[in-house]
């Protein structure tokens, strides 16, 4: 029988939900590259209900009892105290949420000798000290797509948050005033714009596609370059690299996974080379920014606006400047973690699980490493490596109540 971890984030400060706002969430049937949904045998929970809390479990309780395994849900996940460090020793299985990450370091990884699988229930595994999980033969796997659309949908939304001066126009409203010119003296429209993609997978794209309708000019830039129909269909212009894209784009945004030739890609030097006044949305990674890079370009006017919801490390310090600095559309780490994306990664969660323990190969697209090396999406999508660096400094965060 197996021990399962799983690290979830904390319940509402009022209590767990009694009603939800609506009945019932869409049916998708398939991912727009054809992948399908999840395909667990079964699921024990309600869709559109919350699931990434600690009381919502993934929805997993009654099947991993159900067989004999011990499941243990937590939200207490930092420090050597915690409850995820001192539970890690004999745990067999560790899940967690991009969200609210319990990053396995290296050094946890030392204290985890039983540990034989990683699930993030989402998408970016970075959490994860992969370099550690190849050496000790632990795979590492996510519900590729789950959530993919539901983060493109928030890069539209913070583009045109920011670009439309949509933040401080709220403000006015709920300080009872009707301030028309300090809403707009920093308002435009996005039409006419060039807007560039770091990363175009399923986010990257799923945006690209978002945007069109815009009537903006769109460009992008990847490892891989998109296939001549799509780039024709979409009108995208590549980039070999993301010099020479962000040196032409009002708007940038970022789409890829953090991993050691990401890491502090968007410093001083690279911000510098765009265009004053540009906005940058970063959905991908904290960690793909240097933060106090960001919060100088905010202050000198380098950059109009930055927005996201993605920080490092993850919860952020109560005192970290991307909280304070200027002209920022932050959330905390939402946008794939929706009700409709939680019944995905809930549901894919239970997937993977009932391939492990029936011996089953778990899907190539879901894998990020197996049998000691990059495997599935992530030989496609990472580097090996390991960016957990610093990551120990999410302790120091106390709750708002
Ligand atoms: P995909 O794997 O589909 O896409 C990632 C893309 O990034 C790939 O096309 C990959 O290129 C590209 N890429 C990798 N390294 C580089 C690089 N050095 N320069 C340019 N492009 C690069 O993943 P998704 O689109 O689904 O997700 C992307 C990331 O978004 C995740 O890894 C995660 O970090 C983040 N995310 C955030 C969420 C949130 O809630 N905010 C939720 C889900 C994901 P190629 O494969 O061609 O090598």
């Known amino acids: 029988m197996a021990k ?19 009945d019932s969430i869409p049916k998708l049937e398939r991912y727009p590259d054809g992948q399908t949904l999840p ?17 919502g479990e993934l929805g997993l309780r009654k099947f991993l009892e159900g067989k004999g395994h011990t499941f243990i849900v937590t939200s207490d996940k930092d420090g050597p105290d915690s409850v995820f460090e001192k539970e890690l020793p004999d745990t067999d299985i560790v899940i967690s949420q991009p969200f609210w990450p319990a990053y396995l370091t290296e050094e ?4 985890a000798k039983k540990l034989k699988l990683a699930i993030t229930a989402g998408i970016g595994s970075d959490h994860v000290d992969l370099q550690a999980a190849i050496e000790k033969g632990t795979t590492v796997a996510e519900v590729t797509y789950c959530n993919s659309n539901s983060v493109a949908e928030h890069n539209v939304m913070a583009i045109l948050t920011l670009a439309r001066n949509y933040i401080p126009s709220y403000q006015w409203v709920i300080d009872k005033g009707w301030n028309i010119a300090d809403c707009v ?9 060039t807007v560039g993609i770091v990363g175009s997978g399923r986010i990257g794209l799923g945006t690209l596609k978002r945007l069109k309708a815009f009537d903006v000019k769109l460009h992008y830039t990847d490892r891989h370059r998109l296939p001549e129909t799509t780039e024709k269909e ?7 690299n993301v010099e020479s894209l962000v040196s032409v784009c009002d ?3 970022l789409c890829c996974p953090l991993h050691p030739e990401t890491e502090h890609l968007f410093n001083d030097k690279l911000i510098n080379k765009m265009k004053r006044g540009a906005y940058l949305v970063n959905t991908a990674r904290g960690k793909i920014c240097d933060r106090d890079a960001v919060v100088r370009a905010l202050e000198s006017g380098q950059l109009a606006g930055y927005a996201g919801d993605v920080w490092f490390p993850q919860p952020a310090p109560n005192d970290h400047p991307w909280r304070t600095m200027p002209h920022h559309g932050m959330t905390p780490h939402v946008s794939g973690t929706s009700l409709s994306a939680q019944a995905r990664y809930a549901a894919g969660v239970r997937e993977i699980l009932e391939c492990w323990f029936e011996n089953k190969p778990i899907r190539d697209e879901y894998l990020i490493v197996n049998k000691g090396k990059l495997a599935g999406t992530g030989k496609h999508s990472y580097s090996a490596g390991n960016a957990t660096r610093g990551s120990e400094e999410a302790s120091k965060f106390e709750v708002q109540k």
């Open 185 to 193: 003296e920093r308002a435009y429209d996005i039409e006419g714009m």
């Open 39 to 55: 395909t667990p045998k079964h699921i024990d929970f309600k869709p559109g209900e919350l699931l990434g809390s600690v009381s």
């Open 4 to 22: 399962i971890l799983c690290v979830l984030y904390e319940d509402p400060i009022d209590g767990y939900p009694k009603t939800y706002a609506r």
């Open 234 to 240: 979409l009108g995208l212009t590549f980039h070999e």
């Open 108 to 111: 946890r990884f030392a204290k």
């Open 251 to 253: 708007i940038v945004a």
